[in-house]
């Protein structure tokens, strides 16, 4: 059974940053195709960025420019660095990954069979 575990989520004033991991046990992630979503009060869950088996990324037009994705396969861990950040980014944020998903709806929550329990971050203006 694949289980992810994230970390890292806080308060912070707009333009800051923060850093997101996630921890997978139960698999390598390099065998996953893994990513972030976040979901903000009264809105759907959003895919925010998605990365492939072979290092390929996905990245919401909202966040273009300023989130990261990365990984450690060393440690089995997703990163998500996310930098200038704004009150739009609040939301929970989480880890997600499953064995194959399209390259044309990695930004689908039904394309993921693994979630995170999700990690609140917090943008104060």
């Known amino acids: 059974q694949v289980r992810l575990v994230e970390s890292g989520g806080g308060s912070v004033q707009s333009g800051g940053s923060l850093r997101l991991s996630c921890v997978v046990s139960g698999a390598s992630s390099s065998n996953l195709m893994m990513g972030w979503f976040r979901q903000a009060p009264g809105k759907e869950r959003e895919g925010v960025v998605g990365?492939?088996?072979?290092?390929?990324?996905h990245t919401a037009d909202s966040v273009k420019g300023r989130f990261t994705i990365s990984e450690d396969n060393a440690k089995n861990t997703l990163y998500l660095q996310m930098n200038n950040l704004t009150s739009d980014d609040t939301a929970i944020y989480y880890c997600v990954a499953d064995w194959e998903v399209g390259a044309g709806t990695w930004y689908e929550p039904d394309e993921y069979t693994y979630w995170g329990q999700g990690t609140q971050v917090t943008v104060s203006s």
């Open positions: 990365q492939d088996t072979n290092g390929y990324t």
